[in-house]
């Protein structure tokens, strides 16, 4: 996927379904709306997924509406960051040891 369309659609789709607001706007902070630090990063790795492209983590977090997300991802590289699947394990290792 390469076409701006195509990414603003992903991101919409992903984003309003992970904060279950179907009325989210572009341009609305995803903070405000409830993400935290750790929606951020499976956002990320499901978006990059789906879109065979990699963003910087600190990107994301430093412009947190699904316009700037759209944006980054339209013009990033093909891939997975590194950070965030370091960041998804961390956090998986980290839930692993409160439930037990």
């Known amino acids: 996927m390469t076409n701006q369309l195509e ?3 992903a991101v919409r789709e992903l984003v309003r ?7 989210l ?14 929606t951020v990063v499976d956002l990320q790795l499901r978006l990059e997924e789906r879109l065979n492209r990699c963003a910087p983590t600190h990107l994301l977090m430093a412009s947190p509406s699904m316009h700037a997300w759209a944006t980054i991802y339209a013009q990033a590289q093909a891939g997975t960051s590194p950070d965030a699947i370091a960041f998804r394990a961390a956090s998986e290792a980290y839930a692993q040891v409160e439930r037990e």
């Open 25 to 38: 706007q572009d341009d609305d902070d995803l903070f405000d709306a409830g993400a935290t630090s750790l």
């Open 17 to 23: 379904g992970a904060l279950k607001n179907p009325e």
């Open 7 to 9: 990414v603003m659609t």
